[in-house]
């Protein structure tokens, strides 16, 4: 099982960024998928979950009206669209899923939101 996460980078206060997590090894579809972040010292924390059908997603509440989790299940990829960024949103972030009782993670992507 791998999961490639990408489109983290440099942003600026108020700026939006969408990462992607491409997926293999698994049967997509069947599975719900999360983001994560984490910040050096501190506990990785749950940003977004989606069902595996994509009608369901719950989200943090510091990030509810501001990040988008979605899903293309025939490119089995999953994606967050983060608008209206703050300083503290800068992290790194991680595609997570559980298969099989076993947890999955990819290695993540950097987000800095600076002027």
């Known amino acids: 099982v791998q999961l490639v996460e990408s489109g983290g980078g440099l942003v600026q206060p108020g700026g939006s960024l969408k990462l992607s997590c491409v997926t293999s090894?698994?049967?997509?579809?069947?599975?719900?998928m999360n983001w994560y972040r984490q910040v050096p010292g501190k506990e990785r924390e749950l940003v977004a979950g989606?069902?595996?059908?994509?009608?369901?997603?719950n989200y943090a509440d510091s990030m509810k009206g501001r990040f988008t989790i979605s899903r293309d299940n025939a490119k089995s990829t999953v994606y967050l669209t983060m608008n209206s960024l703050k300083p503290e949103d800068s992290a790194v972030y991680y595609c997570?899923?559980?298969?099989?009782?076993?947890?999955?993670w990819g290695k993540g992507t950097l987000v800095t939101v600076s002027s």
């Open positions: 989606i069902s595996s059908a994509g009608d369901r997603t």
């Open positions: 997570h899923t559980i298969s099989q009782n076993m947890n999955y």
């Open positions: 090894g698994i049967t997509f579809s069947r599975y719900a």
